[in-house]
């Protein structure tokens, strides 16, 4: 249970990250929170030969209105989602989902980029992105550009990011009156990983549903949208017919993996409780 | 730790040296990169109030006081706590801030083999400080990243509770201030 041995480096900047990465041929792993990772190399499913500290370096702190988004510095802690006034306003789905992410020692130092970079697909916050339609800022070797997280979650652990990248930031469109939200997760346990979680965005007129994005974790390899599930509701009211529907359409968006502790069947059953669940708070709401 | 020299990856088992203010007192000490923060107490600094139970951040016997907020000395490299305040189960009872916990735990009994009873002090001053008064559903919530191998649950709650609601009657009675 202790790590193999490796160099440690403090960056200042991200240039002497992105340096440092480099010249440790790849063999090298950016360290921030560290609440993923520290496990991850004491169990030794990671050896690095080199590890970054990145959390001194200022550019990738702090949470600021930019334009119509929302710019969360990826050094954000888990704990800040809940203290930061800016993103209960804002962001209320992330302060929403804040309180289920592990426990509270944990979330006082675990970051908000961090968790997007690991993209564990029982985690809350990667999906949230998916909800929330951000789009994640990234600087590398060949300079800085920014992935919708649409497109950053490609397969278990796997993302956008490519060797010798970081995640600078992570940008969410400003919340708006006529948006909605709802967040939930069924566990064992308050502070477990959720069997199921689902985060929802939706803009609303009246009651009819204009736009909405529904974003599932803990049932596939990666954070997982519910597409047929928004197509039945978008343009319409929220009643039990359509929640029927939009239940029945998580057939054909998930496909949760074999296991024998939670069984497919049993899985997608839970997702539909919870998206039923959801959904009526949403159109009590509305 | 500054500059990043060609000779830095060669120099993987290289101790460096750390400077930390732990319990109001400055410490330094060396320290291999990979070397945690509950060893590094424990071992350099013969702290050995916080324990080493997981060892990967699920049962809480390694908490301590990071800069003012609760966190696990096991998920924190010796080297990332350079220039940090830490505080440990030592430091806190000297201090006192948590003399009425530890009474209301020992009148209670909240505690068997006593392993997982520092974490747990920790943890519930941490919970005190964000939630004046919470609900004992609250309290097990918190708990819920600390494990207790004695399941000695239920006592453990009752004290946070008793400590809470006194911490609040004795704020009003001091004329509302924090």
Known sequence: MKARAFSYFRAATIDEALDAHARAGDDARFLAGGQSLVPALSLRLQAPRLLIDITHIDELRGVRREGGHLRIGALTRHCEMLSEPLIAEFA??????????????????????????????????????????????????SGRRR??????????????????????????????????????????????????????????TASRIDDIRISFFSVGNTPTRAKEAERS???????????????????GDLAPPDSD??????????????LGRLLGRLGEGA | ??????????????????????????????????????????????????????????????????????????LIFAVQADGA??????????????????AEFHRRNALQC?????????????????????????????????????TGYEAIVDAIDAVAKERMKARSAGGGGT
């Open chain 1, 233 to 251: 509701l978008i343009g319409s009211r929220l009643d039990a017919e359509r929640i029927a529907a939009a239940q029945g359409g998580l057939e």
């Open chain 2, 114 to 150: 006593g392993f997982c009873t520092q974490g747990m002090l920790v943890n519930a001053q941490e919970l005190l400080s964000q939630v004046a008064q919470p609900s004992r559903e609250e309290i097990r919530d918190a708990l819920s990243g600390n494990y207790c191998r004695c």
């Open chain 2, 85 to 102: 305040r830490i505080e440990t189960i030592e430091g806190l009872t000297e201090s006192g801030v948590l003399a009425d916990l530890q």
């Open chain 1, 147 to 204: 992935v919708k997280a649409d497109d950053f979650f490609i397969d278990l652990f796997e993302t956008a990011l490519q060797p010798g990248e970081l995640i600078t930031a992570i940008h969410v469109p400003l919340f708006k009156a006529d948006q909605r939200f709802a967040f939930d997760e069924l566990a064992r346990r308050r502070g477990d990983y959720a069997l199921v979680g689902c985060g929802i965005m939706a803009t609303c």
């Open chain 2, 1 to 74: 730790m500054s500059g990043f020299g060609e000779t830095l990856l060669d120099a993987t088992d290289e101790t460096v040296r750390v400077r930390f203010v732990v319990n109001g007192r400055k410490v330094a000490c060396e320290v291999a990169p990979r070397d945690t923060l509950v060893d590094c107490l424990r071992d350099k600094l013969e702290l050995t109030g916080t324990h080493a139970g997981c060892e990967m951040g699920a049962c809480g016997a390694c908490l301590v006081q990071i800069d003012g907020r609760a966190a696990h000395a096991c």
């Open chain 1, 261 to 274: 502790e939670v069984p497919p069947a049993m899985r997608l059953h839970l997702a539909r409780v919870l």
């Open chain 1, 92 to 141: 209320p789905l992330l302060h929403a989902a804040a309180p289920f992410v592990a426990h509270p020692a944990i979330r006082n130092r675990g970051t908000f980029g961090g968790s997007v970079a690991l993209a564990d697909p029982a985690s809350e916050f990667p999906a949230m992105t998916l909800a929330l339609d951000a789009e994640i800022e990234i600087v590398g070797a």
